[in-house]
């Protein structure tokens, strides 16, 4: 039962960490990246279609991403994709490659991406404690069933926070990896 509950804590927070990885990933921090596109949809045989489903996305140089469709045709609708997403890029045609040159970080942009990052941090740790309430209530409730002793519950309850700390750590260490790319020029 305890060994339940704490695994299940575990893959909570996990996933929890997971989550923020993959929204820290989707922020543009100057720097090209292939996930910066994956978001973006474009329309392919009549379908909405992720664009690493319709093109070859790759990182051509340091701020500049390269598209190359599958078929040529589908030059138009890409860039049109691309343009489309709110994410601030201006896609170049040459031929049939798209070059998406990524526009430098004003300072004041990057201070604000940081503030993101730090609201994005913040709400893993939110739901991290979230997991870690939820495991010592359920805790709570096995010891009131007198089905785990007071003993029990306080080391399941100590295990469950060394569990909470260490995920909190690594959501402080993603931050702050986040945070050094974000202010890098």
């Known amino acids: 039962m305890i060994e339940d509950i704490q695994e299940d804590a575990?893959?909570?927070?996990?996933?929890a960490v997971e989550s923020l990885k993959h929204d820290l990933a989707r922020l543009r921090t100057g720097r090209a990246h292939t996930s910066l596109l994956d978001q973006v949809n474009v329309e392919y045989y009549g379908?909405?279609?992720p664009i690493k489903q319709a093109a070859n996305v790759s990182v051509e140089d340091s701020r500049t991403l390269a598209v190359t469709p599958f078929e040529?045709?589908?030059?138009?609708?890409?860039?049109?994709?691309?343009?489309?997403s709110n994410l601030g890029l201006?896609?170049?045609s040459a031929g049939q490659v798209i070059r998406v040159p990524l526009p430098s970080l004003t300072e004041d942009r990057r201070k604000e991406m940081v503030r993101l990052v730090k609201n994005e941090a913040e709400q893993a740790r939110v739901a991290i404690r979230n997991v870690r309430r939820d495991a010592n209530s359920d805790l709570k409730d096995l010891a009131k069933g007198k089905d785990i002793t007071e003993d029990?519950?306080?080391r399941a309850q100590e295990a469950i926070q060394k569990?909470?700390?260490?995920?909190v750590a690594q959501?402080?260490?993603?931050?702050?990896?986040k945070e050094r790319e974000l202010m890098e020029v």
Do not use: G
Not at 10 to 15: G, I, L, N, Y
Not at 171 to 177: Q, S
């Open 72 to 84: 040529k045709h589908m030059v138009p609708a890409i860039e049109k994709a691309i343009m489309a």
């Open 47 to 49: 379908m909405e279609v």
């Open 10 to 15: 575990d893959r909570r927070m996990a996933k």
């Open 152 to 154: 029990e519950e306080r």
């Open 90 to 92: 201006s896609p170049v």
């Open 171 to 177: 959501v402080d260490d993603l931050l702050e990896e």
């Open 163 to 167: 569990l909470t700390d260490r995920y």
